[in-house]
């Protein structure tokens, strides 16, 4: 694939939203595509926003008040991908890694063109399908291994975290999910299947990205 043509040439920079549950692969679809086409940056949701910070009780009544994704705090997100499709470098604050700007902006976000602030400037979203038992599943096997993979005393505590991460997709995070993909996934551009290999996945992208070019 490395042969695509990329889709921002000659067209300015574009912002590809790469939306999914938990555990659907949007890291790993990002550096599938990030092979693909080459003159790419890659900016992540998570690492600007601040919900998870918060208690669990104020997560809930954010939940049944109505789950207002525009309430959802990532201070500084709309600023970097602002700053980006002008061509000019942003700071990732969990790294503080400069993002160094390129054709195309490869956007890791849970919320898709539902959260105002920054889906606004998405040109093109595209939405992981993969059912939710499937993407648990994956995300508990790659919090196992990371915990795991440094000592015994890491796997005797990974137990009792393991079950408060469970109770609170019991409680919260399942929910949100289903409202994640009942409202999300309708704006996307693109539906791709998230069982599918990464390769096969980033190709249908590009393909299409590179289908919209004048």
Not at 80 to 92: I, M, N, Q, S, Y
Not at 148 to 175: H, I, K, M, S
Request: hydrophobic share 45%.
């Amino acid at each position: 694939m490395s042969g695509i043509v990329n889709p921002g040439a000659h067209r300015g920079v574009q912002v590809v939203g790469i939306a999914g549950p938990v555990g659907a692969g949007k890291s790993t679809l990002v550096r599938a595509l990030a092979a693909a086409l080459g003159d790419t940056t890659t900016l992540q949701f998570d690492h600007f926003e601040r919900m998870t910070e918060r208690p669990i009780e104020e997560v809930m009544r954010w939940m049944r008040d109505g789950a207002d994704l525009d309430q959802v705090p990532v201070p500084g997100l709309a600023d970097a991908l602002e700053a980006l499709k002008a061509g000019r470098a942003a700071t990732d604050p969990l790294t503080r890694a400069q993002l160094q700007p390129a054709a195309c902006v490869l956007f890791e976000t849970q919320f898709g063109r539902r959260h105002t602030a920054s889906g606004r400037e998405i040109d093109f979203l595209v939405w992981i399908d993969v059912p939710l038992d499937v993407a648990l599943a994956r995300k508990v096997r790659q919090l196992l291994r990371v915990a795991t993979a440094g000592d015994a005393q890491g796997a005797r505590a990974f137990l009792p975290w393991l079950e408060g991460y469970l109770d609170n997709y019991l409680g919260v995070v399942g929910e949100l999910l289903r409202v994640q993909r009942e409202t999300v996934a309708a704006g996307a551009d693109l539906i791709v299947d998230g069982q599918a290999a990464p390769q096969e996945m980033a190709l249908r992208v590009a393909q299409a990205l590179v289908a919209r070019r004048p």
